[in-house]
């Protein structure tokens, strides 16, 4: 009976220790860096969305644009154009190119030239020239540069040389320079598009992305990782690591557990109230920037009630903004008095016009003569740098919202059916955000708010007024920032009036890490950059 | 034999047919256009519409598209995915692999532990440990799996930080599919790295596994502990304890072989709610298995992959339990006397 | 004055009382019995005396932890969640919602069940056979796929999860019933009545019902146990109750966000379950083995 005890007790224990035994041999991990994202990205071609998770899993990591933006100083840096003439009417840009730049190899395409003038005129005619072979090939069109209107603004481009080519613009444009900087203006090869073309595999351009970056693609499952390899022929500094893996993990929660079991070494869009965790944790520590940002509930202006700017401000005035900075942000972020962040150089602390004031709000409900109003707030189902959880917004303005007797029901899909239910545009109101691809003041209204934008289905509010339109072109056609700022204020009051939207935080943006990753940088716009991260991991990996 | 081998087959193939028909009739009732439910396409081209008209008849009659239905799902034309326009059978063959490490751990799991705790607590004279042993598995059958789940990520995973808790393995192992299987592909795979990506993989299958394992293991013990208590009445039992035998032989040799008998009864039985578990284990440890695929699926109104995903489990629960059900007359003479009795 | 007892009687009791009997001297069963009724209670009543109301957010107190931790206000005894929502008042708003849904839940499907099951088991050949066949489908699709099947259909919601569970728990039902009926047909006493006469309503009432209670009784408490964990996996995946809603399952999924930080919004609703599906098997498990001793 004893013996029979033991046996069956050895038995036992031996299967729970072997595993534990196995675990502890030398664990020598490949060289590179594990980034925990929040989600898939839409394409691999940033031309074609607005997605701040695709810019990040895209435009840093595979392309390069014309131009750059510094990440400490905010000024303008040459990128694959070396220098550019500005002509003395504002109307002609001209770019010298990098020479020696080469595209990325992979499985179905080798390069046989280097980067040339060809691939600008290949990457930018596709989005303004209809007839282009490539034009259609994007679905949904190309959102950011329709809302900026991108295709009025440019006359024609000219190729001058192998090495030099000019825009040609319509009209002056205070903010082309930053447009061609954000992570949607990026490259593409000529030689890969004509070869698919060929092939009559048009739509791979923008799935097995070609591109000049720091990083080529490798593999791609959706909803579980993005493989990335080192481009050993990158013009800049080649990087460091020689893998950087994307691991797909929409809960904010399971990514910040990654970081903690070493899955993953640096983890996106972390929770304002999980900090008190990574502080707690001796190898991990907060990036953080302030952003350049903001979250807004828009309304469908072309809908019954919300085209009464009464109910619009009614509503606006019921919403307890401060609440919402205290629950949902942890107040990492600032209240939002207008759309532009306390970052841009056209910011004005002015006191909000929309202040919380539920009489009010009451008040402006009765004299619309709207009695039992019952709407819809779709709230995204991801995490944004501007807003960490939309749901939890949604149900603390459900709460406010009842208090002057208006019924809220939340609705949320997955991020890709959210996605192509809003641009079939029957919702009630919406609560997203936007965050800047560039410094340029501009970036925050005509992206959002410009009549083109309601085309492109980046205006979630579908609000159009031309008197608006007039002040962000005036605003536009100048390059003095003092008259600049003073027409984006009166933007600003525009909107504060009509309330299309009612923008209500800047959230400050930030990555976890752990602390052995070095030298990783945050930009306050656009996407996340790896080229310069040094990962400790290197240096552990061959321990004898 | 071999004529209740047949009549186990018809069964099979019976049932099989029930479940298409299920399966057809709610296809029709999603709440998409009927093509898209049943191929993924999203507005098809006049010629596509004209092939997918013809594959699946559907201007004929219900019988005829039913038949149409059947022809294309059985030659692994699944449709294609209406997220990822990726072909739904190629998918699926990816997901399954990794359900089945799983499930095949955690069912390794539950026995190995579960019938010596079982054969324990059956013969303890001790009421304590019996009644331990009887609130552990009752608990353990009560448990609300994704809790569970959640518990032990946050104290061995968060608290501890002893074991990962997301995911089959660190991605910075880059391994090639062989045959699927991740721990053999790991085996195969040559490399400086396969050691500790293969100590990496096991550390990440422990805790789903344990979790999973709950169900299995606590139905196992009490299984086991009652099948054995009644065989220990028996009077061959008695005989060979009569004979001078040591405990250890008669249990091993003449109890345990008996009541293994009704383990695996309980086992095919127990399928259903298995999966049921394993699909909340694999949401929570973001296991890229069948469940999280079809979970993901219906988030995103993928009706293809949730037809796809519902077929496929459903047939391999129906094929396993049979299988169960053979296996257990094969080993079990008794029923095999039962087979020709009038039922 | 009592009468005086010269002969000592055997009191023989009722089955139903020996059942009983056996039921109460299982403390285990008997304290399972007891915490089933006030759950009915507080499914009926909870609303009533739950101090806050489900959906009452108090700003000034996010992710209080419960009343016993030192940072804990005994205003809010087991905490609250993120939004300031008193947890001890969800649970109770909520109880009717996972408890309550899943005791009507599986009144309806053991009365489809009854009729169904019944009614196949007295039938024998072909027709019995082909309703096998298809239950034998039907049980092959775990609960949760069921679910997952008329989610798609029907999308999301509360009132779906009723249908959802319903339709998979019917056929264990149908099953369990028909089975019964099926095996006491082949029995000597039920060919005893039909030699006397009786006619197959006849059978079905007074010969073979009361040999199937005890099944009837046992696949319930399993049922229940069964609806209430699916209601909550389902409520946790977000297939069935929504976002603000006080369904326990709900919760758990809600607390998930803040489960690092605060992870009592995620053990309380969890426990909340465990002990409620703790419960019902201890009264199932006692009722088992009180009924054990007829049923051999």
Known sequence: ?544 | MARYLARRLNLFFATSLVLFVVMFSVTAKFPVDHTVALTGIHAPTAEEQASINEAYRLDKGQVSQFIAYLEQRLSGNLGISVTSQNPVFNELTAVLSASFELAFVAGAIALLLGIPLGVLASLSKHKITQHTIMAITLTGYSIPVFWLGLSLSLWFGVRLGWLPISGQINLLYEIKPVTGFLLIDILLWDSRYAWSAFVDALQHIVLPAVTLAVLPFTVVVRITRSAMMSIMEKTYIKAAEARGLRTYTIVMRHALPNAFIPVLKNLGLMLGAFASYAIVVEVIFSWPGVGAWLVSGIYQRDYTVIQGGILAVALIIIFLSILIEVLHTAINPLSRKELYAAH | MPPIKIYQVGHIPSPLRRIWNAFTDNPFAFAGFWAICCLILLALFGPLIAPFSAAHQDPQALLLPPSWDPAGTVEHFLGTDDLGRDIFSRLLHGAHLTFGMALAIVATALVIGFVIGSISGMMTGLKSSILSHLLDALLSIPSLLMAILVVAVTGPGLSNVFWAVGIALTPQFVRAIHQAVHEELQKEYVTAARLDGANPLQIFWYVILPNILDTMIIQTTLGISAAILDIAALGFLNLGAQAPSPEWGAMVAQGLDNLLTAPWTVTIPGVAILCCVLAINLVGDGLRSALSPIRH
């Open chain 1, 1 to 544: 009976m004893t013996e029979l005890l033991k046996r069956l007790t050895l038995g036992s224990v031996l299967c729970c220790v072997i595993p534990l035994l196995a675990a502890c041999g030398p664990s020598r991990v490949p060289s590179g860096l594990v980034y925990c994202s929040e989600g898939n990205p839409e394409s691999f071609n940033p031309q074609l969305v607005t997605s701040g998770t695709t810019v990040d899993a895209t435009s840093q990591q595979l392309y390069d644009g014309l131009v750059d933006y510094d990440a400490t100083s905010g000024q303008l840096v040459p990128s694959l154009a070396t220098a550019w003439t500005i002509s003395d009417d504002e109307r002609v840009y001209t770019f010298s190119l990098r020479t020696g730049v080469r595209f990325h190899h992979s499985n179905i395409f080798t390069p046989t030239r280097n980067f040339n003038a060809d691939d600008v005129l290949f990457s930018f005619n596709r989005i303004i020239d209809s007839t282009h072979p490539y034009h259609d090939v994007a679905k949904n069109g190309y959102p950011y540069f329709q809302s900026i209107g991108f295709s009025e603004l440019i006359d024609n481009i000219e190729k001058v040389n192998d090495y030099q080519v000019a825009f040609h613009l319509t009209q002056k444009d205070a903010s082309f320079l930053s447009n061609l900087a954000t992570g949607f203006a990026v490259i593409l090869s000529q030689e890969y598009g004509l070869q698919l073309l060929q092939a009559d595999e048009p739509e791979l351009l923008d799935k097995l992305a070609i591109g000049t970056g720091p990083f080529r693609l490798v593999d791609y499952v959706k909803n579980d990782f993005i493989r990335y390899y080192r481009n050993h022929h990158y013009w800049r500094l080649t990087p460091d690591v020689e893998q950087l893996v994307f691991d797909i993990t929409p809960k904010s929660t399971t990514r910040l557990a990654k970081l903690i079991t070493g899955d993953c070494n640096i983890s996106a869009l972390p929770k304002a109230g999980e900090l008190p965790v990574v502080i707690d944790k001796p190898n991990l520590e907060v990036d953080s920037i302030p952003g350049f940002n903001v979250a807004f509930w828009a309304f469908n202006t072309e809908r019954i009630p919300f085209n009464d700017v009464r109910v619009r401000q009614a509503l606006a005035h019921a919403v307890d903004k401060e609440n919402i900075l205290r629950a949902v942000y942890h107040q990492t972020a600032v209240e939002a008095v207008g759309l532009l962040p306390p970052l841009s150089w056209a910011y004005s602390s002015n006191k909000s016009l929309i202040d919380y004031n539920p009489e009010k709000a009451r008040k402006l409900l009765n004299d619309a003569g709207i009695s039992d109003l019952s709407i819809d707030i779709w709230a995204m189902p991801v995490a944004r740098i501007y807003n960490p959880n939309t749901h939890k917004t949604a149900e603390l303005i459900q709460a406010d919202l009842a208090r002057i007797g208006v019924k809220v029901n939340i609705v949320s899909y997955d991020w890709s059916v959210f996605n192509q239910k809003l641009s079939r545009q029957n919702y009630d109101s919406v609560l997203i955000g936007w965050n800047a691809d560039n410094s340029d003041p501009d970036n925050f209204f005509t992206p959002i708010l410009s009549c083109a934008s309601v085309d492109s289905n980046s205006n979630r509010s579908r609000w159009c007024a031309p008197e608006f339109d007039r002040i962000l072109q005036a605003a536009k056609s100048t390059t003095d920032r003092v008259e600049r700022t003073a027409l984006y204020q009166q933007a600003e009051q525009y909107v504060a009036e009509q309330v299309p939207m009612l923008p209500f935080a800047h959230a400050t943006r930030m990555v976890v890490k752990q602390k052995r990753v070095t030298q990783s940088k945050l930009t306050p716009f656009g996407g996340i950059s790896f080229t310069k991260v040094t990962p400790a991991v290197v240096a552990i990996e061959e321990p004898n």
